[in-house]
């Protein structure tokens, strides 16, 4: 365990959704100086999305979608990924002060959690726009939920060491925003061959894919600091597993008849985990 833990205290970094101002912890609520308030639920996270900045009534992924990503991850598959977005987010520690970490579209915190235990002298916030996902994150009590939008992340300005986006968005100038000066933002997400074995069983034809473009979700105002090739290879032995992977991914929306066809005959998968990790830092004068 860390030398120390963080249990949700009086002090947060959150900024009242409704007008911007600090939000204050008191007993079971968060609440600003206009008095906009908002009930921890029992789980323990906080709801800070409005209702006119959601697209549909349950955003995000759902409860099917939140559990097979959380038994394939906590099988232990991506570990290896896991710890070097670890390793790659403990250079950002330079101070004695706590490093505020925010897991930005963090699911169902299987990294946040990662980053909570193994970094020491943290304090750790995760949000993602899916309910769900965060009430079964919740079950981790030193970390501070919330379910938010990376659109509008709900953190005061310059308050933020560093923004975790694994395999989710990266919203330039909202991070910007809250980012403190020299703050830092790693994105971690699938190199070129990631999963190939995987989509030639859903794919009639497999279509490359280029990483490249992760570099355009930041440009001006960030400086790439440190960047990680992964290759990890995924060994699976079940269907179930292999169509808890498939649900992880964005191809799961895509598959065609007979990719669904091949899939249900499909009892093992040998493929690779292809990842890249990116380092930016916010530059001094944004
Ligand atoms: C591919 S999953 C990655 C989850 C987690 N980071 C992980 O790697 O296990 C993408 C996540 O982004 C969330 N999401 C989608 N749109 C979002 C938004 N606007 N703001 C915050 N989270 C969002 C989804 O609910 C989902 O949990
Ligand atoms: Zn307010």
């Not at 079971?28 to 308030?37: A, D, T, V």
Request: glycine share 6%; aromatic share 10%; with cysteine.
């Amino acid at each position: 365990m860390p030398e120390t833990t963080f249990t949700p205290s009086a002090y947060t970094l959150y900024h009242c959704p409704v007008c911007q101002q600090k939000l204050q912890a008191i007993e079971n609520r968060l609440i600003c100086e206009k008095n906009h308030s908002f009930d921890r639920h029992k789980k323990g996270y906080v709801n800070l999305l409005m209702s006119h900045h959601k697209n549909s009534k349950a955003p995000g992924d759902n409860t099917e979608m939140v559990n097979g990503r959380r038994a394939f991850l906590r099988a232990g598959h991506y570990q290896a990924f896991a710890n070097a977005i670890v390793a790659m987010a403990s250079q950002c520690q330079q101070s004695d002060k706590p490093l505020q970490i925010v897991d930005a579209g963090c699911g169902e915190g299987f990294y946040t959690d990662q980053l909570q235990t193994q970094i020491d002298n943290s304090i750790v916030y995760g949000f993602d726009i899916s309910k769900p996902a965060i009430a079964a994150a919740a079950s981790n009590k030193n970390v501070e939920w919330s379910v938010a939008s990376s659109t509008r992340p709900p953190f005061m300005d310059n308050s933020i060491d560093l923004i975790v986006s694994v395999f989710s968005r990266v919203e330039r100038e909202a991070f910007l925003k809250i980012l403190a000066p020299r703050g830092y933002v790693l994105y971690a997400g699938p190199g070129d061959q990631h999963l190939e074995g995987l989509r030639h069983i859903i794919y009639d034809q497999v279509n490359d894919y280029s990483s490249d473009k992760h570099q355009d979700y930041f440009g001006e105002g960030f400086t790439l600091v440190a960047e990680q090739s992964l290759q990890v290879p995924v060994n699976l032995d079940n269907n179930t597993s292999i169509k808890q992977l498939l649900s992880m991914t964005p191809h799961a929306h895509r598959v065609s008849k007979a990719g669904w066809a091949r899939l249900e005959n499909t009892q093992s998968l040998s493929d690779n985990g292809d990842f890249k990790l990116y380092l930016y830092q916010k530059k001094a004068l944004v």
